[in-house]
Nanobody, 121 residues
Framework: QLVESGGGLVQTGDSLRLSCAAS????????MGWFRQTPGNHTELVAAISWSGGGTYYTDSVKGRFSISRDNAKNTTYLQMDSLKPEDTAVYYC????????????????WGQGTQVTVSS
C-alpha cells in the first residue's frame, strides 16, 4: 500500500527526490519514516515526519543534506536528498505507522517495496 519512486544512479554531490505514494486509509493519521538498508544489510531510520508534518527527525549522517516532507492531500511523502555521498548507497524504504521517529521497523504497519539509490564516487 506504499509505493516508492525516484531512486537511481547518481554521482557524488548530486540530488535525488524520493516519493512515497500511500493508499492506506486515513494517511494523515500516520507518522511516516524513510529507512535504508545498506549492501551490508544494515538497516537504519534515515528520516521521519509526524502525521501533521510539524515534527521531523533525521539521523546525524544526513542532517543538513536530506529533507523529509509530506502532502496529506496527495497521500504522499517525500525525501529530498542533496549532496549525496557514496555511503548513502542503499535501498530506501518508506514506512507508515502510528509512531513518530520510531527507529524499530516493527513499529511500522505498512512498507513499500523499496527503491535503489546508488551514489558513485
Amino acid at each position: 500500500q506504499l509505493v516508492e519512486s525516484g531512486g537511481g544512479l547518481v554521482q557524488t554531490g548530486d540530488s535525488l527526490r524520493l516519493s512515497c505514494a500511500a493508499s492506506v486509509q486515513r494517511f494523515s493519521t500516520y507518522g511516516m519514516g524513510w529507512f535504508r538498508q545498506t549492501p551490508g544489510n544494515h538497516t537504519e531510520l534515515v528520516a521521519a515526519i509526524s502525521w501533521s508534518g510539524g515534527g521531523t527527525y533525521y539521523t546525524d549522517s544526513v542532517k543538513g543534506r536530506f529533507s523529509i516532507s509530506r502532502d496529506n492531500a496527495k497521500n504522499t511523502t517525500y525525501l529530498q536528498m542533496d549532496s549525496l555521498k557514496p555511503e548513502d548507497t542503499a535501498v530506501y524504504y518508506c514506512a507508515a505507522g502510528r509512531v513518530f521517529s520510531g527507529s524499530r521497523p516493527e513499529e511500522y504497519d505498512y512498507w513499500g517495496q523499496g527503491t535503489q539509490v546508488t551514489v558513485s564516487s
